[in-house]
């Protein structure tokens, strides 16, 4: 079984650039979560979909930040312009109707420079 | 608004000893309690979970965490440490979402786990 897939695995981009970040959930899983982790600040959920439909988008830091997910094998983060700020590492995570527990993808390293 | 409190930043532990990784809960209702481990470079991954039932829940890699509602704590432990149990590990309550429906979990800083040979 394929788990949550990733990509890129690591981008180094400048600041002012647009980054888009991928995610192929597990087959069969009907909400995915968008998370980011920092030393700074912990773990950080940023966006939640549910059958493809964003239920809470609270943690969005700001603007410059979106997130679509056109159908059930695919979401994208997007963050234009990036900042320094934004460096971190971005998951994705999945999990099947009726459960709870959250099944996560290998992440991504952003490095804006 | 639930949550969970994990106290200890960092537990040493010698291998072979018993280990424990601490976790405090505060929620409104029946908790529902989750724990995950991240080695360096990787993903959370899921290790087990309290819904109901037995407050001992055994979980993988020989896991286990205990439920205590008078405590309100769902600690993770281990009869016996290994030096390959070294990693982050993260403590997580589930969370209804009121505007939109479904839930999430709320995870807890972590705690760095470094077991010694």
């Known amino acids: 079984d394929a788990g949550v897939i990733q990509s890129p695995r690591h981008e180094v981009t400048e600041m002012g650039q647009e980054v888009t970040l991928r995610c192929k959930p597990i087959?069969?899983?009907?909400?995915l979560f968008w998370y980011r982790q920092t030393m700074m600040r912990g773990l950080e959920l940023l966006i939640y979909?549910?059958?493809?439909?964003?239920?809470?988008d609270s943690g969005m830091p700001e603007d410059r930040f979106s997130a679509k997910m056109p159908n059930a094998s695919f979401s994208t983060l997007k963050i234009q312009p990036s900042e320094p700020r934004d460096s971190a590492v971005y998951f994705c995570?999945?999990?099947?109707?009726?459960?709870?527990?959250?099944?996560f993808g290998p992440g991504t390293r952003l490095t804006v420079t | 608004a639930q949550s969970v409190a994990q106290p200890e930043d960092q537990v040493n532990v010698a291998e072979g000893n018993p280990l424990t990784v601490k976790c405090t809960y505060s929620v409104s209702g029946n908790p529902y309690l989750f724990w995950y481990v991240q080695y360096p470079n990787r993903g959370l991954q899921f290790l087990l979970k309290y819904i109901t039932g037995d407050n001992l829940v055994k979980g993988s890699y020989g896991f286990e965490a205990e439920f205590n509602k008078s405590q309100t704590s769902f600690h993770l432990k281990k009869p016996s440490a290994l030096v390959s149990d070294s990693a982050l590990y993260f403590c997580a309550v589930r969370e209804h979402i009121l505007t939109g429906g479904g839930n999430k979990l709320t995870f807890g800083t972590g705690t760095q786990l470094k077991v010694e040979l």
């Open positions: 087959s069969g899983h009907n909400s």
């Open positions: 995570a999945s999990r099947r109707r009726g459960t709870y527990e959250q099944y």
């Open positions: 979909f549910n059958n493809n439909v964003p239920i809470d």
